[in-house]
């Protein structure tokens, strides 16, 4: 067909590349999510509703640089205020991407960083991310190291005796390293390395900052098995400051299906399971870091909890998600986290 159509084929390749370089070379994505949150005592009425936009300009400056600059607008219904009280609209992306050969890229400046990589569950942390990092990644392998600062946090921080504030995951540095293995059917694993600095300075060399890690390292393996089938196995372990044992987490998923929001009435459905010891949040339970799990904060800490979700692409670029937590009991005392529920409509574009 190719020998049959070779000049109408040209012919379309030479008109596509003209409309390429009438429009530029700028292209504009984005999704919205509208969300609704339900966790007894904790998110509930008008807190429960809230929505999020984000929207990505990028840009091809050559054939080996890149430049991606997006915002970010997340809002709660519960608000009572006008539209820009607590306005909470950000640069989320602002990076440039640069391909030093076929198999090597050097980006720097604002990025999404998920904690063990695309392919890991992204327990500690999944968010904005101000750093640079050199990869390699070819067919078979890929190693990943970079350096920078974690830029979203539920910790605000904490007050010492002379009222001086410090800070919680804010001004947190860490250099890191991944390598990974890919297999033909789609599988993975991986293994990873974080070295944490607070405010610049190793934590061994500072006292009174709420972060009280110094490093950490896990391992991850995403297998598929068959066609519809993915088994995702996630460890974590820290080395801790605070006196207490270093904490651990184990996750496990199980897919079946994959929801593609390219392709309408697509759908997968899962369930998970996560035993996470003590010492992931602070005192009043907020989570150090934005994480990548859908879960509430203290179902994420010195916590036992199973979670089942269904995911539907009602039409083009539209889902539809639900998840739900489980049999979520604590690890360490006798208050158990109240269970959570979550659906949310996302849309691409």
Known sequence: MAD?????????????????????????TGDARV?????????????????????????????????????????SFASNGPANEN?????????????LGKDWTVTAGRYNYQMGGDNAYGFFYGDVFDGA???????????????????????????????????????????????????GNGSSIGGYYNNFMAGGVHRDNESGTAFNFDDAWGAYASIDLGSNWNAL?????YSSKTGNDDPEVWVGKLTYGAANFATP?????????????????NASGDFLGSTNSWRNDDLMNN???????????????????????????AKVGNTDPEEETRAQFVFVF
């Open 133 to 183: 990092q050199l990869q390699y990644k070819g067919d078979s392998f890929a190693l990943t190291g970079g350096y920078g600062k974690f830029k979203k946090s539920e910790v605000v921080g904490e007050v010492d005796k002379s009222s001086k504030v410090l800070d919680g995951v804010d001004g947190v540095k860490t250099a890191y390293g991944v390598v990974e293995g890919f297999f």
């Open 303 to 329: 916590v036992k909890s199973w979670g089942a979700g269904i995911d539907y692409t009602f039409a083009k670029n539209a889902q539809f998600q639900v998840m739900q937590t489980f049999a979520s009991e």
């Open 265 to 281: 009435k697509s759908w997968d459905i899962w369930v998970e399971y996560l035993n996470a010891d003590d010492g992931f949040a």
């Open 35 to 75: 969300r609704y949150i339900y966790q007894k005592n904790s998110v509930d009425n008008d807190k429960s509703w809230d929505y999020r936009v984000r929207l990505r300009a990028n840009a091809q400056v050559n054939d080996r640089t890149k430049v991606t600059y997006g915002i970010e607008s997340n809002h």
């Open 87 to 99: 306005d909470s609209t950000y640069t989320d992306r602002a990076n440039v991407e640069y391909q």
């Open 233 to 237: 196995a996630n460890y974590e372990k």
């Open 4 to 28: 049959e159509f070779a000049d109408e084929l040209n012919n379309l390749g030479v008109r596509v590349s003209a409309l390429e370089n009438r429009v530029g070379n700028v292209k504009l």
